[in-house]
């Protein structure tokens, strides 16, 4: 009655069911010996598919506005997107 779940007639029997057997389930999961089982948060090993992060040269300021539409003093120059007031 307090979770308003809307059940039909007969469906309680169905649902009680269900729970028992997921229940039952839980109690046979609880009789296992898991000592010796380090906890784990994934039950598959996920491997790192990025390369290492390794320092390497980079474009000059030149080369970098150098197809810019539009530079101003070594920046790139872009549209306004505040509204003047």
Do not use: W
Not at 1 to 24: H, K, N, T, V, W
């Amino acid at each position: 009655m307090l979770a308003r779940i809307g059940l039909e007639p007969g469906d309680e029997d169905f649902y009680a069911g269900q729970l028992s057997g997921i229940l039952e389930h839980i109690d046979r999961l609880q009789q296992l010996d898991t000592e010796d089982i380090p906890p784990t948060a994934q039950v598959v090993e996920i491997a790192s598919r990025l390369r290492e992060d390794e320092p390497r040269p980079c474009l000059s300021q030149e080369e970098a506005l150098a197809n810019a539409p539009a530079a101003v003093d070594g920046f790139f120059r872009v549209p306004s997107i505040q509204e003047e007031t």
